[in-house]
């Protein structure tokens, strides 16, 4: 319950403590104290910055072992095999060479060895530096006539080569760097870079690599499971349609998984993440089997599709959970029955995953060890309700109901091969664009949101499959014709590395 603000010093508080030991306090002066309390004990409190059950009920409560991924880590140091995007540079021995006598023992032979000794060494630079060449100018004394040095070979016709746009682009929308702290770091470190400037270099990237977004779309639709959520954004010149009366501007995230690949999709505007997800089924092609919608309950999220086109809807578990996590502080001993009959369960997926079990071999393990847990889990809250002991308004109740009413949508892997649990991969891809909204909290029109949805979707496809995005941005503009004449061949898992 959230009190009245009442303006309260301590000499006040002193005076009311004596008044209390003389005679009962007024209403007024009683609640000044009992505010007084309150506020102190919100600020001595705790705040729980994670949902582990071990965070969300107290460690006397959990009685949980602690697993092996809560355990110390290591020593805190990358090997040097992680440096992959490091220069590397072969350094031979000055004196030795293959099959030399030893010079130690001076009776057997040295040979080179498999693995060099690694010796890592990191240097600081500006994010995008720039080389000033000073060409030699000859002028005939006689006729006037100038001569300029040629330019040296490699240097090209252009001011920012494509290694520069793909540096803003990754700084800009992957990283959440404004372009105005750009210009300032630059700036410092002695290279004038305009935030109008980086935003004409990171348009006409996008210009380039557009085949690419929309071929990523066409793959993204033939997935067989499809995440999907959205979080509000800031568009400062959005243009709606007459008659419009929505009033929010949101990024849909659209994560598609199949045939062992992954495709990131971000899409900015007025509409919904089902409505997005929608646009992107409308390229799937004919004949393939029903694909399988993992989002959270809210209808927003479920996609109208027209007659004929089938879907499957599950719903995510994580948020289910949630529900618990929320008003564990009240009900903390209902609360831990449900946390930990569902730690069980992703326990299970977890080592379904350790052990490469195919779907159809998950579903079947899931089928014999989550789903007793999950149907005992369910029986238990219509107990509850039918003995009474919950009050279905109250918090507890709430949170119960939520898992009854969408529970075909929550155990959906239960029931399909390769359902997920939940909707994290697409919570963690929408964090892109929630970083983006916290450092530069908007777009300023649409078309700007679009280049953002552009870079965003080509960057976290390439993080979700492994590839290097700054060398992928770059191969697309030195191979835009290629590109353009065949998209399908250049998506970040077969694009030639040239």
Not at 134 to 146: S, T
Not at 213 to 225: C, D, N, P, S, Y
Not at 238 to 257: H, I, K, M, N, Q
């Amino acid at each position: 319950m959230k009190r009245p603000r009442i303006e309260v010093d301590l000499p006040e508080l002193d005076r009311l403590l004596d008044e209390a030991c003389q005679a009962p306090l007024s209403e007024t002066d009683s609640a000044k104290i009992k505010n007084a309390l309150h506020t102190l004990a919100g600020v001595l409190t705790a705040q729980r910055s994670s949902e582990k059950t071990r965070e969300v009920v107290s460690a006397a409560e959990a009685l949980l072992p602690k697993s092996q991924s809560e355990s110390a880590g290591g020593h805190g140091r990358a090997a040097a095999s992680a440096f992959e995007g490091a220069r590397k540079v072969a350094v031979a021995h000055p004196e030795l060479k293959h099959k030399d006598r030893c010079p130690d023992c001076g009776s057997g032979n040295v040979y080179h060895q498999k693995e060099p000794k690694p010796l890592v060494r990191i240097v600081g630079q500006a994010p995008l530096q720039a080389t000033v060449y000073e060409l030699e100018r000859l002028r005939c004394g006689a006729c006037g006539q100038i001569f300029v040095a040629p330019e040296p070979e490699g240097v090209g016709p252009e001011k920012f080569d494509e290694t520069a746009g793909a540096m803003i682009a990754q700084l800009k929308y992957a990283s959440g760097v404004p372009f105005a702290r750009i210009e300032q770091l630059e700036k410092r470190l002695g290279i004038p870079l305009p935030a109008s400037t980086q935003w004409e270099v990171v348009e006409e990237v996008a210009e380039l690599a557009k085949p690419a977004g929309e071929e990523l779309i066409r793959q993204a639709a033939g997935g067989e499971v499809l995440h999907n959520d959205d979080t509000g954004m800031r568009v400062l010149k959005l243009e709606r349609p007459p008659g419009d009366e929505r009033t929010g501007v949101f990024t849909s995230g659209v994560v598609s998984v199949g045939q062992g690949r992954r495709v990131a999709l971000y899409f900015t505007g007025r509409e919904h993440a089902g409505e997005n997800l929608a646009q992107v089924l409308r390229h799937r092609a004919a004949g393939l089997a029903a694909p399988l919608q993992m989002c959270d309950a809210l209808s927003r999220n479920t996609p109208k599709l027209g007659e004929g086109v089938n879907i499957l809807v599950g719903n995510c578990l994580a948020h289910g959970r949630r529900q618990f996590v929320e008003v564990a502080g009240s009900f903390p001993t209902e609360c831990r029955r449900v946390l930990e009959t569902l730690g069980v369960v992703y326990a299970n997926d977890a080592e379904a995953r350790r052990d490469l079990l195919s779907p159809a071999d998950r579903l079947l393990f899931h089928q014999q060890r989550s789903g007793p847990l999950l149907e005992g889990m369910r029986k238990w809250f219509e107990e509850q309700f039918a003995r009474r002991k919950v009050e279905e308004n109250s918090g507890l109740g709430k949170a119960m109901q939520y898992f009854l009413r969408h529970w075909k949508g929550l155990t959906v892997f239960l029931r399909e091969p390769g359902a997920p649990l939940d909707n994290n991969l697409c919570e963690r891809a929408l964090k892109r664009a929630v970083l983006h909204r916290k450092n530069a909290l908007f777009y300023r029109t649409l078309h700007g949101a679009e280049v953002g949805d552009l870079f965003m979707s080509l960057v976290h496809t390439c993080e979700l499959n492994g590839v290097n995005s700054f060398h992928y941005l770059v191969a697309l503009q030195r191979n835009a014709a290629a590109l353009a004449a065949s998209p399908a061949d250049w998506m970040p898992w077969n694009y030639p590395k040239i």
